[in-house]
């Protein structure tokens, strides 16, 4: 029932076309290495393998993975931030309202934005309240670099962040280089995510 209405919203828009659907983790990592699909909208809990281990798996597997946004009933939800960690680049509860859905498969699409909301940035909050110092990798962000995740954990696009900081695009680019390549991250959301459990969230720059 969620696939059916997920499929029906989506499709609904001139932009924005539904390639597969699976039942299973497992079958998602097969369906979306058969489709090559841009975006992934993958559920937290499913039989076989779980939406954290499937997400691992494409992000592995693929040369050029698709932006994988998982979906959840329960904000609070401790598998969501474990699936953030594995590589996903949003989260998004089953009860968005249409808008809301369309929204966040554009954003996560578009790559230069994140997808934090406020229930996830919560459990992040709590991780960086357990870190006892700064990590090393730290000491080597710039104080630019170090507002970069703040701003990108507010879902700011690469012009927004250029806009707050006063640089232009290709500056921002730079620095977001220099905070995923020092943070060890994958992409921005890792980079968010290393930013609050390395406490640099709760520190001002």
Known sequence: ????????ILDAEPDLRVVGEAQTGAEA???????RPDVVLMDVRMPDIDGIRATEQILATLSEPPRIVVVT????????YEALRAGAAGFLLKRAAAEELIGAVRL??????????????ALAAEHARRAPELPAWASRLTGREQDVPRLMAAGLS????????????????????AVLAKTGSRDRTQAVIAAFEGGLMMRKS
């Open 29 to 35: 990592v097969s369906v979306v290495r058969e489709l």
């Open 73 to 80: 009933t329960f904000e609070n939800d401790a598998y969501v």
């Open 108 to 121: 996560v699409a578009r790559s230069d934005s994140v997808l934090f909301p406020a229930a996830v940035r």
């Open 158 to 177: 690469n012009g927004e962040i250029g806009e707050r900081l006063g640089v232009g695009p290709a500056t921002v680019k730079t620095h977001v280089a």
């Open 1 to 8: 029932m969620v696939r059916t209405a997920l499929r029906v």
